[in-house]
């Protein structure tokens, strides 16, 4: 059907783009207390955003993932 696209909405300019048009970019988002005790928690997440391809571009999106599926590569051989 047409129009019924799934839109996104890019993490930096906050517009919304066709899914299929869109980068998506998964980062790591840490959170912690910052208490100095047992009381302090800390954990990291992977959250997959996204982005137009403006901002993907800006941002160097294409160039991380160019690296990341190298460093990816190098791991398996
Ligand atoms: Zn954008």
Request: charged fraction near 35%; charge should be positive; aromatic fraction near 10%.
């Amino acid at each position: 059907m047409r129009g019924k696209e799934t839109l996104v909405t890019c993490e930096s300019c906050g517009r919304k783009v066709p899914r299929n048009k869109a980068v998506s970019f998964e980062k790591s988002v840490h959170f912690g207390t910052e208490l100095r005790n047992a009381n302090d928690v800390r954990f990291s997440e992977r959250m997959k955003v996204y982005y137009c391809i403006s901002c993907a571009k800006h941002r160097g999106i294409f160039e991380k993932k160019k690296r990341n599926a190298i460093e990816h590569s190098k791991k398996m051989f």
